[in-house]
Each structure stands twice: as C-alpha cells, then as structure tokens.
C-alpha cells in the first residue's frame, strides 16, 4: 500500500481531520504527517513517546484477538482533540487526530472505507 496515498486521502476525507500517520511496529514512519496549517500541539518528544504508547497498546491487542478477535481501531477523547488508532494488520498502525468536534462514526466510516480502496 502506498502509505503517504493513503494519509493524503484520509486528510482530504474530511476537513476536521488534523493529523494521519502510518506506522510499523517499530514506530518507524511509513507515511503521512500533519495537515498543512495546523499547529503540533505536541513537542517532537512529546508525539514520540505517544507513538510508542500507542505501538506498545497494538502489541498487546494483538495478543488479546486470539480471545475477543482482531481490534479495528481505538479512540480517545482529550479536552482538544480526539485521537484514533487503526489496527491495519499485523503489520502497521495508522494514528489519526482530529478537531474535538468531529463525528466520530463519520471518521471512522471514512478510513476505514479509503483503507479498503487504497489496498
């Protein structure tokens, strides 16, 4: 899959979407970034430690599927922003933030359905 594709579309998807990354387990990035304009509320430190938490939380999903099956994704709502991960196999994670005000099912609906085409 071509990643950066991939996070270029979600951003386009919707306007309240700030930010959508691709990762593999390492926390190397695959693709994609922050949308053009809007401020990092996050210091570089900052958005790494929060990619390893968020690897570190796929890994131990992935150990709990064999029970409750495969995670699609993760949400969690801070005072600004919510942030969802996509559990896109075995292999990578995509981390997308967006506005506070956002639909969540809309978001959802949306990556979910560019993850199918872009494959």
């Known amino acids: 899959m071509d990643y950066e594709k991939?996070?270029?579309d979600i951003l386009e998807a919707d306007s309240k979407?700030?930010?959508?990354?691709v990762y593999d387990e390492w926390a190397v990035r695959a693709g994609g970034g922050m949308r053009e304009g809007v401020k990092n509320l996050l210091s570089e430190h900052a958005e790494n430690e929060l990619v390893n938490i968020s690897i570190l939380d796929w890994k131990a999903r992935k150990d709990m599927s064999k029970w409750l099956g495969k995670t699609k994704y993760t949400l969690?709502?801070?005072?600004?922003?919510?942030?969802?991960?996509?559990?896109?196999?075995?292999?990578?994670l995509l981390l997308v933030s967006t506005e506070k005000d956002c639909e969540t099912n809309a978001v959802v609906d949306k990556v979910i359905k560019l993850y199918y085409e872009n494959q």
């Open 6 to 8: 991939f996070c270029s």
């Open 17 to 21: 979407i700030r930010f959508a990354t």
């Open 76 to 92: 969690a709502e801070y005072d600004k922003v919510k942030r969802f991960s996509f559990y896109l196999g075995d292999d990578h």
